[in-house]
């Protein structure tokens, strides 16, 4: 996909996901770079500025950026009560915090996989392919 398809991607997601408040800057990047995980995808955001940069591997097809799109706005649908719940977590002592960051941050990530799935279906399985 061109960057201006991403682009146009983002925002049909953003808008039907109720984000159009947040600034969105797609970059596009060899896959290679974004993690050794294995992902296709990564988003970094900044919630109190409603500001979101997503890293999306540039060589993919439609449906899996899709996806790809999709899973990572769904983070920012989760941004607010994630960030709420990171700073009562930073109360806690250390033991305690690693734990809960660690529980809040699989929890995060299960919410955000159903929310893809619904929205994509199938497509939603290519998350960790190129």
Not at 55 to 73: F, P, S
Request: hydrophobic content about 50%.
């Amino acid at each position: 996909m061109t960057a201006s398809e991403v682009r146009d991607l983002i925002a049909t997601w953003q808008d039907r996901l109720g984000l159009r408040d947040w600034r969105i800057a797609p970059v596009l990047i060899p896959a290679s770079a974004i993690d050794d995980e294995g992902r296709v995808a990564r988003c970094y955001y900044w919630a109190e500025a409603l500001r979101a940069k997503l890293h999306l591997a540039a060589k993919c097809e439609a449906a899996t950026m899709e996806a790809n799109v999709v899973h990572e706005l769904a983070h920012l649908v989760m941004a607010e009560t994630v960030t709420i719940a990171k700073a009562a977590a930073n109360q806690l002592g250390p033991d305690a915090r690693a734990l809960t960051l660690e529980l809040l941050e699989a929890a995060d990530e299960r919410a955000v996989r159903r929310w893809e799935r619904c929205l994509c279906g199938a497509a939603a399985d290519s998350y960790f392919r190129e």
